[in-house]
């Protein structure tokens, strides 16, 4: 039998870590600035903290690693919801190059601004 | 000695599919539950967005900051984070509830229990919400 090689696992697999990044830290990000911060909960903290903490390499890669395998990992996700949901699944040659498209423009810009541009 | 040729046709039986509506996933809760779980993914899209938003207002010094902070007390940009943290506790509770389902592990030949697993989860959660909040603020 003729062994079919896909990439299918590993895209799984990245859907997975994406999975627990996504869980573990974004809800305490979007805690922070999405609602303490503007409603004046808590006190934001200055650019200069933040440049210095973002400036740091192990939030260099950390952040690096949660943006990719988020945005992958929701990729992922979207497009079987988008199968099943809309039933559209005849139409994976559009859905399939939007959505990881997405994700590896988003891995890109997250790649430049964390390394290049800050 | 090598196999025979087979030969395929293109023909194959007609498949009996009852048809689905496009709202199935409004007919129960389960189903509906589901689909919310599934569209957190969008969510937590627009939160790793939102970080690289903050990433280049920072890049660009503190006036960049100052406007991302006012992008953030917009009514709208609210809302959408509000929903945003909705959903992606949502997925957390979800992603963490299933573990044990997912992680199979053994410890002294006996099966770890799953309210073992899920529970480590939540604490590794907890951890990392203290170790964010606590790097943020400094």
């Known amino acids: ?118 | 000695m090598n196999p025979p040729p087979t030969s395929y046709t293109e023909f194959h039986p007609r498949w009996y599919r009852s048809p689905v509506s496009a709202y199935w996933w409004l007919r129960s809760g389960t189903y509906l539950a589901f689909i919310l779980r599934e569209i957190s993914s969008v969510f937590v899209a627009w939160a790793v967005v939102y970080l690289l938003l903050l990433v280049r207002a920072v890049s660009r010094g503190s006036g960049g900051y100052r406007d991302f902070l006012d992008l953030s007390a917009n009514p709208g940009i609210l809302f959408l984070n509000l929903v945003t943290l909705f959903f992606l506790a949502f997925h957390a509770v979800t992603w963490f509830n299933l573990a044990p389902q997912a992680m199979v592990v053994h410890a002294g030949g006996k099966r770890v229990p799953g309210v073992w697993i899920a529970a480590s989860n939540y604490t590794m959660w907890a951890v990392a919400t203290v170790v964010v909040v606590w790097i943020i603020l400094g």
């Open chain 1, 1 to 118: 039998m003729q062994k079919r090689t896909t990439l299918e696992p590993f895209v799984w697999l990245l859907f997975s870590a994406g999975g627990v990044l996504a869980a573990l830290v974004l809800p305490a990000f979007v805690f922070l600035f999405g609602l303490a911060f503007p409603l004046g909960w808590l006190s934001a903290p200055s650019h200069e903290h933040l440049l210095a903490v973002l400036r740091h390499p192990v939030t260099r890669v950390g952040l690096f690693l949660v943006c990719t395998l988020a945005l992958i990992h929701a990729a992922h996700r979207l497009r079987y919801t988008l199968y099943d949901g809309l039933q559209i699944k005849h139409l994976y040659e559009v859905v399939n190059p939007i959505c990881y498209g997405a994700a590896v423009v988003g891995s890109a810009a997250a790649a430049y601004l964390l390394f290049v541009a800050l």
